[in-house]
Antibody
């Protein structure tokens, strides 16, 4: 059974930093691209970043967020710097259907809430 | 970026009804379209890919169709567990983009 377990969310002041983690199990982690998708309170879904053979970012987080992975620990990360109020959201870890091409999100974690507020 | 527009934004229906949700892309996406279901306070659940291919385990009352820029999710006979918010997503090009969601409510 595929499981994705996020952690690292919390309350942070504007301009602060946070590191999210997602531990995966139930599939060969290194063989699939992994992504972060967020959902602001009461809003829709927004793709943030992905990592497979290449890394990809939403324009509004480029230069502030860094996605990475540790295949030896089946773990995905999102380092978030210079956080803004508009980054407030539940952040979901999502497994992509493929490794090195575009695809859909066939498994999702339960999400971790990031709140950026003073 | 490819914009995805869903309609309607909300929909009231009864158990047993047939309902359809439309998703329109701002440019052709060659059937690179997925649908998700999200219940309140829960993570999205993947339903269909390639516009019309059902994920294993998803009930056959769900179906997808369309081509080019226009796509449809149809639920043939609504069940109580189907009342949720539905999102389409294009994976034709980066950044991946989602529709704004369609909230399906009980009439």
């Amino acid at each position: 059974e595929v499981q994705l377990l996020e952690s690292g969310g919390g309350l942070v002041q504007p301009g602060g930093s946070l590191r999210l983690s997602c531990v995966a199990s139930g599939f060969t982690f290194r063989s699939y691209a992994m992504n972060w998708v967020r959902q602001a309170p009461g809003k829709g879904l927004e793709w943030v970043s992905g990592i497979g053979g290449t890394t990809y970012y939403l324009d509004s987080v480029k230069g502030r967020f860094t996605i990475s992975r540790d295949n030896s620990k089946n773990t995905l990360f999102l380092q978030m710097n210079s956080l803004r109020a508009e980054d407030t959201a539940v952040y979901y870890c999502a497994k992509l259907s493929y490794y090195d091409s575009s695809g859909y999100f066939n498994y999702w974690g339960q999400g971790t809430l990031v709140t950026v507020s003073s | 970026d490819i914009q995805m527009t869903q309609s309607p934004s909300s929909l009231s229906a009864s158990v047993g009804d047939r309902v359809s949700i439309t998703c329109r892309a701002s440019q052709g996406i060659s059937n690179s379209l997925a649908w998700y279901q999200q219940k309140a306070g829960k993570a999205p659940k993947f339903l269909l890919y390639a516009a019309s291919r059902l994920e294993s385990g998803v009930p056959s009352r769900f179906s997808g169709s369309g081509s080019g820029t226009d796509y449809t999710l149809t639920i043939s006979s609504l069940q109580p567990e189907d009342f949720a918010t539905y999102y389409c997503q294009q994976y034709y090009s980066f950044p991946y983009t989602f529709g704004q969601g369609t909230k399906l409510e009980i009439k």
